[in-house]
């Protein structure tokens, strides 16, 4: 004897919502986690002395060097460009750059991803900022960059002025202030 059809699709239908529900249940149990464990460290401690960052600049390709502490201030970001938090912190800093909030300061683009995801995203091919890809694991492991985006200031001096995740404009102007504050303590403008 065969079953009916609308039997057979009512219970293809209940196992696709029982799939679906176990989906969110197991999303909802990940955002609990991840509120009551011990949040992640991210980005090097503040008032620690930032770390030289040797990287190939994309697309070129060719060598490049930022090394905190040279007397210019600097915004350092870990970004990707398939991350839309990314993508928005990108458009703010190229925003802050138009609008001249950034000038004198050193801004560095770091990506992980491979360099053929830049133009997936327009954030990134239209960007004016300087991007460039890690040389190796240990610029990444150095100031803690576990997640994105991850921006780091720091004061002309060296220091790490802040750190943490961003991609809004006052985080970003939060940021940069943070940057200036070295040059602030010691009279420069």
Do not use: H
């Not at 609990?32 to 994309?58: H, N, Q």
């Not at 050193?106 to 992980?112: C, E, N, Q």
């Amino acid at each position: 004897m065969r079953e009916p059809l609308f039997l057979v699709l009512a219970q293809w239908a209940l196992l696709f919502a029982l799939a679906a529900l176990m989906v969110v249940m197991f999303r909802q149990l990940g955002w609990l986690l991840s509120k009551t464990g011990k949040p992640a460290e991210l980005g090097p401690p503040v008032g620690s002395r930032a770390a030289r960052i040797s990287y190939l600049s994309l697309p070129a390709g060719e060598p490049g060097q930022l090394t905190p502490g040279d007397g210019r201030p600097a915004l350092i970001a870990f970004v990707d460009p398939t991350c839309p938090a990314c993508e928005q912190l990108v458009t703010s800093l190229d925003a802050a750059q138009a609008a001249g909030e950034l000038a004198g300061i050193a801004v560095l683009l770091l990506v992980s991803d491979p360099p053929r995801y830049l133009q997936i995203s327009p954030a990134f091919t239209g960007s004016s900022l300087q991007i460039g890809r890690p040389a190796s694991r240990a610029e990444v492991t150095s100031y803690r960059a576990t997640g994105t985006p991850l921006l780091v200031a720091v004061d002309n001096m060296g220091i790490v002025r802040a750190a943490g995740p961003a991609s809004q404009p006052a985080e970003v102007q939060a940021s940069v202030l943070a940057c200036l504050a070295g040059r602030e303590r010691e009279g420069i403008r």
